[in-house]
C-alpha cells in the first residue's frame, strides 16, 4: 500500500486480557515508531526499530508492553493483563532515517 | 527532557482569516527540529510545517508559516486564508538532532482549531 497502515482500527477488549495490534509500514523505511495517544492528550513515544532490533524502547510504561518487528517490516505491539489505563490511540509511524515519518491511522484501544 | 507547550485547547477563526497557534517548548540542545503536525477526525497525523533550529528564516508553506524565537524557545503557527478543510487538531512536536537516527518526536497536548463559516 501507499501508507503507513494499522489493524485492527478498533479494538474492544475486557480487563485483564492480552492484545496485540499490527503496523504495516511503508514499504523499505526502516525506522518504525510507536506512539501512544490518551484522550486530550498529544501523542507520547513508545518505542523504536531501526530494522528488526528495538533502539529505544524508553517510552514502553511497564513491562506488559511489548513490541517486535521480526523480519525488519510489520511491527506488533503486545499488551498483557490490560488496564482501564491502557485505554487510548495507539499511532505507528515508518520513515526513512534522515527523513520525515509517516503516521499510520492509528489503533483505537478500549478497555472495559 | 524535553518538554513542549501549548497553552490554547481550542481556537475558532472566521473563514478566509488569519489564525495564531503558539507553542512554547523547552530544551537545553542548541541543534533540534521543530514540527507542527494537523490531525483531522480520521486520526492520521499530517506534517503541515518544520523548522530546523539552525535556519534563522521562518519556514512557510504555502498558506502556513511559523514565527520561530529559539531565544524565546517559541514558536507559533500562522494560517492565513483559513479554509473549512483546515479545522482539526493541531500539534506542536519536537525532535533533537543527535540521536544517531532516533527520530522520536515529542509533542505538545494539541489546539482544537474550528473554522467558522
Known amino acids: 500500500g501507499a501508507g503507513v497502515s494499522q489493524t485492527p482500527s478498533n479494538k474492544v477488549t475486557e480487563k485483564g486480557k492480552y492484545v496485540e495490534l499490527r503496523c504495516d509500514p511503508i514499504?523499505?523505511?526502516?525506522?518504525l515508531y510507536w506512539y501512544r495517544q490518551s484522550l486530550g492528550q498529544g501523542p507520547e513515544f513508545l518505542i523504536y526499530?531501526?530494522?528488526?532490533?528495538?533502539?529505544?524502547d524508553s517510552g514502553l510504561p511497564n513491562d506488559r508492553f511489548f513490541a517486535v518487528r521480526p523480519e525488519g517490516s510489520v511491527s506488533t505491539l503486545k499488551i498483557q493483563r490490560t488496564e482501564r489505563g491502557d485505554s487510548a490511540v495507539y499511532l505507528c509511524a515508518s520513515s526513512q532515517t534522515g527523513l520525515q515519518p509517516f503516521f499510520g491511522p492509528g489503533t483505537r484501544l478500549t478497555v472495559l | 527532557a524535553q518538554t513542549v507547550t501549548q497553552s490554547q485547547p481550542e481556537m475558532s477563526v472566521q473563514e478566509a482569516e488569519t489564525v495564531t497557534l503558539s507553542c512554547t517548548y523547552d530544551?537545553?540542545?542548541?541543534?533540534?527540529?521543530l514540527f507542527w503536525y494537523k490531525q483531522p477526525p480520521s486520526r492520521q497525523m499530517i506534517l503541515v510545517i518544520r523548522?530546523?533550529?539552525?535556519?534563522?528564516q521562518n519556514a512557510t508553506e504555502n498558506r502556513f508559516s511559523v514565527n520561530f524565537q529559539k531565544a524565546a524557545k517559541s514558536f507559533s503557527l500562522k494560517i492565513s486564508d483559513s479554509q473549512l478543510g483546515d479545522a482539526a487538531m493541531y500539534f506542536c512536536?519536537?525532535?533533537?538532532?543527535?540521536?544517531?537516527?532516533?527520530?522520536?518526536?515529542?509533542f505538545g497536548t494539541g489546539t482544537r482549531l474550528t473554522i467558522i463559516p
Open positions: 530544551t537545553s540542545e542548541s541543534d533540534y527540529y
Open positions: 523548522q530546523e533550529a539552525y535556519k534563522q
Open positions: 512536536a519536537y525532535r533533537a538532532s543527535t540521536n544517531f537516527g532516533n527520530e522520536k518526536l515529542t
Open positions: 526499530f531501526q530494522g528488526t532490533g528495538a533502539a529505544d
Open positions: 514499504s523499505g523505511h526502516t525506522a
